[in-house]
């Protein structure tokens, strides 16, 4: 007998779908309303816009991240960054508040500006998500952006805006408040008795506002941070990055349906291979050395005494096993190269440095490579760019982590504290002041703060120098971001 499944939905009462009809079907887009200059971006844009939009307001955004970045990688303070930033928002992203416009949102200029800004969001969201740094470095300059412009946004919007989120947080109230009057007045820096009656207290996780936390300016008990409503930026841009972190992750898991879109798959691969700040790049006065210094196969040992961490731990390890592995070869060569190291001069370094090797073994194994770096050999496209450049500090912090055996890398990032310490103790920085700041630095992922931390500290004499005879400029003040600058310096 033949099990009847009940159940089951009868093949011909069954809903049939023409996915021909539904494919070609008139799409129905929803037009989105900005009624506020700020924008958490929680729902992705469906309108259409045009290719060279696409492209060109992504372009143009990706100009304000990597600015942002830079300014993060130079220590510039937050007055500093905002004087920087807002004659190039008001350029490539402007975004004026309701206000400025006499008819409000209903504004034409308003809405075209939010519409770029909503649209640029969420396109470098897709260029952005493929790997794990990438959304990390995305979601953290995101989040520098959206704090400079709550902060410079007009208090009332700010506020309506506030209210339009509908936010989850508990309200503490006015017995509670009483009741701990006194720990919230020790607790938060700069409030007065009378903020402790007048204003509004919010009750949340600790874990939504890190940064209070790690300042010291709320109060904690049982799991909760009592917060004033003067804080409610910190408990705003918690809840921004954490739906950013989200979204980023659900677009990484549909960025495989876009490759056959041959359209924007490339505009997208090219948008993520330049999310580069700018200084980054090296230039010709990084590679220019010092006057009265001259750079052979032979000086080098001595000229490693002022090289970059980095780099001086790859020299000694190259000494020690007369072996560098092929990330840290190439790491190394092309620093060399930047510092004015001839080829010729360079094969010659390295034939000298891998005295384990035989003439056919170096000239099988490892010679090509060191020509090919310079441009001597391969493609027409590494001929005419005379080879690679030399990588910058976020290339060695974000491309190619070291793995068992190997050198390369940064070892502010790459090392544990305990063999960092090792390491500076060894190249000789033993002031515990500065070791104390390197490990402090580490944990909050400063790793370009830190390297130029120990290069003050190891060149204090020459700086003070500089600065009483004022050679020492504005430029030489900037944060170091490539290894060759911090040997030119």
């Known amino acids: 007998m033949i099990r009847q499944e009940f159940d089951r939905i009868d093949p011909k009462r069954r809903n049939h779908i023409d996915h021909k009809k539904k494919q070609f079907a008139d799409p129905t887009f929803k037009q989105h309303e ?10 992705p844009p469906t309108a259409e816009i045009t290719l060279e939009q696409f492209e060109q307001w992504a ?29 190039l928002l008001q350029t490539y992203l402007p975004l004026s508040s309701t206000s400025s416009s006499s008819v409000g949102v209903r504004d034409d200029r308003l809405r075209k500006e939010r519409q770029k800004d909503h649209y640029s969001h969420f396109i470098l969201r897709l260029a952005f998500s493929s790997t794990e740094d990438l959304r990390r470095r995305f979601a953290r300059v995101e989040s520098t952006l959206f704090r400079l412009r709550f902060q ?8 309506k805006f506030v209210e339009s989120l509908n936010m989850d947080w508990e309200k503490v109230s006015e017995d509670e408040r009483r009741e701990l009057g006194p720990h919230l007045l020790n607790a938060t820096p700069g409030l007065r008795r009378q903020d402790i009656d007048d204003g509004a207290w919010f009750k949340v996780d600790f874990e939504t506002v890190p940064e209070l936390v790690e300042s010291r300016r709320v109060y904690l008990k049982k799991g909760k941070a009592y917060v004033p409503v003067k804080e409610q930026m910190s408990m705003i841009l918690a809840e921004f990055g954490a739906r950013l ?3 980023l992750e659900l677009t990484a898991r549909a960025l495989p349906r876009l490759d056959e879109d041959d359209r924007l798959t490339p505009i997208l691969n090219h948008l993520s291979k330049n999310f580069a700040t700018p200084d980054s790049h090296l230039s010709d006065a990084d590679t220019a050395l010092p006057n009265g210094v001259s750079i052979n196969a032979s000086s080098i040992d001595t000229l490693s005494q002022n090289f970059p961490l980095c780099m001086r731990n790859l020299h000694m390890t190259l000494r020690k096993n007369s072996h560098l592995k092929h990330f840290g070869r190439l790491q190394y060569t092309l620093f060399l190269k930047g510092l004015g190291l001839t080829m010729e001069d360079c094969l010659v370094f390295w034939r000298h440095s891998f005295k384990t090797k035989t003439d056919d073994e170096f000239a099988k194994d490892y010679r090509y490579n060191i020509r090919h770096a310079y441009g001597d050999v ?15 500090c976020q290339k060695i912090l974000t491309e190619h982590p070291p793995g068992s055996g190997e050198s390369h890398g940064c070892p502010y990032r790459h090392f544990g504290v305990d063999n960092l310490t090792t390491l500076l103790q060894v190249t000789g920085v033993g002031d515990r002041d500065v070791l104390r700041g390197v490990r402090e630095d580490v944990e909050k992922k400063r790793y370009h703060i830190a390297c130029n931390r120990v290069f003050e500290w190891a060149h204090r004499g020459e700086i003070k120098r500089a600065k009483d005879e004022g050679c020492w400029g504005a430029e030489e003040s900037d944060t170091i971001v490539h290894p060759n600058t911090y040997f030119r310096r």
């Open 378 to 392: 391969g493609g027409d496209a590494i001929r005419r760019g005379r080879g690679y450049s030399p990588f910058s």
């Open 34 to 43: 900005y009624l506020h200059r700020l924008n958490l971006y929680d729902v």
């Open 59 to 87: 372009i143009d955004r990706l100009r304000i991240l990597a600015e942002l970045e830079t300014c993060s990688f130079r220590n510039k303070t937050p007055v500093e960054t905002t004087t920087h930033m807002t004659p």
């Open 152 to 159: 410079s946004d007009d208090a009332g919007e700010r506020q």
């Open 245 to 247: 972190e989200k979204g």
